[in-house]
């Protein structure tokens, strides 16, 4: 059983800054990209920054320049450091990945992380 878990969420002024930091566990071959999403009240899900296996990454436009993603491949976990925070990026972060745990790539999600930002 494999299972994502977000950390890192909170309450920042804007123009702050948050660390959001999410680890996949269980019976885990191998992982391909890595992920975070967001989803504001009302609104859908809206992917915010990938990595993939070899480092190479996307960013929405929204956050280019403020969010940057990491990872930490034989820990199978990701990072999404963000500055400069707006009111607008408020909404619940959600860490996403491809895993393999046999010979099946599936989509796991995590349980979300709230990130409030304040004007």
């Known amino acids: 059983q494999v299972q994502l878990v977000e950390s890192g969420g909170g309450l920042v002024q804007a123009g702050g800054s948050l660390g959001l930091s999410c680890a996949a566990s269980g019976r885990i071959f191998s992982t391909n990209v890595m992920d975070w999403y967001r989803q504001a009240p009302g609104k859908q899900r809206d992917l915010v920054a990938t990595i993939n296996s070899g480092g190479s990454t996307n960013y929405a436009d929204s956050v280019k320049g403020r969010f940057t993603i990491t990872r930490e491949h034989a820990k199978n976990s990701v990072f999404l450091q963000m500055n400069s925070l707006k009111p607008e990026d408020t909404a619940v972060y959600y860490c996403?990945?491809?895993?393999?745990?046999?010979?099946?790539?599936?989509?796991?999600w995590g349980q979300g992380t709230q990130v409030t930002v304040s004007s």
């Open positions: 996403s990945a491809l895993i393999n745990t046999g010979t099946v790539w599936y989509r796991y």
